[in-house]
């Protein structure tokens, strides 16, 4: 199985294989039908998608669950993945401090990404935030300067922020107009989707 033939073979090799990150053991497959018309790449699993073995389930997948549903865009019906396949951590007592992957370690992942959209073809690639836009492009690029429609080598795609920033700004005003920034991208990646049908 070196040479994997389907996605389910992909997955069943990386969940043997050992992390190249430091913290967690449990490689975190994407998830969403295969041929969706859309896949979104994020940088890798956090706490509770290490716990669950799902892709975006906790604080960040929430916000993009909210998201897609304001934008007319079914989860169900889309992928949802990440760079790094593997949650990256410290342990502070009690608590698993997420750990930003280095670029070594995300070119060390981007095969498996790169197989792994192989397999779900979509018609659109998003990549969320700096690490997903580092792994798809092969180098990295400024979010903000790029965000919005950009093609990934062969890959038609787009480029916006990793939900988890929207949980990090402070200012409440200013948490507002990103999130309904974020949404508007969030249209804009459906228009695309329908018009690559």
Same mark, same amino acid.
């Given at each position: 199985?070196?040479?994997?033939?389907?996605?389910?073979?992909?997955?069943?090799?990386?969940?043997?294989?050992?992390?190249?990150?430091?913290?967690?053991?449990?490689?975190?497959?994407?998830?969403?039908?295969?041929?969706?018309?859309?896949?979104? *790449?994020?940088?890798?699993?956090?706490? =509770?998608?290490?716990?669950?073995?799902?892709?975006?389930?906790?604080? +960040? %997948?929430? #916000?993009?669950?909210?998201?897609?549903?304001?934008?007319?865009?079914?989860?169900?019906?889309?992928?949802?993945?990440?760079? *790094?396949?593997?949650?990256?951590?410290? =342990?502070?007592?009690?608590?698993?401090?997420?750990?930003?992957?280095? +670029? %070594?370690? #995300?070119?060390?992942?981007?095969?498996?990404?790169?197989?792994?959209?192989?397999?779900?073809?979509?018609?659109?690639?998003?990549?969320?935030?700096?690490?997903?836009?580092?792994?798809?492009?092969?180098?990295?690029?400024?979010?903000?300067?790029?965000?919005?429609?950009?093609?990934?080598?062969?890959?038609?795609?787009?480029?916006?922020?990793?939900?988890?920033?929207?949980?990090?700004?402070?200012?409440?005003?200013?948490?507002?107009?990103?999130?309904?920034?974020?949404?508007?991208?969030?249209?804009?990646?459906?228009?695309?989707?329908?018009?690559?049908?």
């Amino acid at each position: 199985m070196e040479n994997p033939q389907t996605l389910a073979e992909l997955n069943a090799l990386m969940a043997h294989m050992h992390p190249r990150v430091e913290g967690g053991e449990r490689a975190v497959p994407g998830e969403g039908p295969i041929g969706a018309q859309v896949a979104f *790449v994020g940088e890798q699993p956090g706490d =509770q998608e290490d716990i669950q073995g799902r892709p975006f389930v906790g604080p +960040a %997948g929430q #916000v993009l669950d909210r998201a897609l549903q304001e934008a007319g865009i079914d989860r169900s019906k889309v992928y949802v993945t990440n760079a *790094v396949k593997h949650f990256k951590f410290q =342990q502070r007592g009690k608590r698993r401090i997420h750990q930003k992957p280095t +670029a %070594g370690e #995300v070119k060390h992942y981007r095969w498996w990404l790169a197989r792994e959209l192989d397999f779900v073809a979509p018609h659109l690639v998003v990549a969320l935030g700096s690490t997903a836009v580092l792994a798809l492009s092969g180098k990295a690029l400024s979010v903000t300067r790029f965000r919005g429609a950009h093609d990934f080598e062969e890959r038609k795609g787009y480029i916006t922020v990793h939900p988890s920033y929207l949980l990090r700004i402070p200012d409440r005003e200013a948490k507002a107009a990103a999130y309904r920034d974020f949404v508007g991208d969030m249209r804009a990646i459906r228009k695309m989707s329908l018009q690559t049908v």
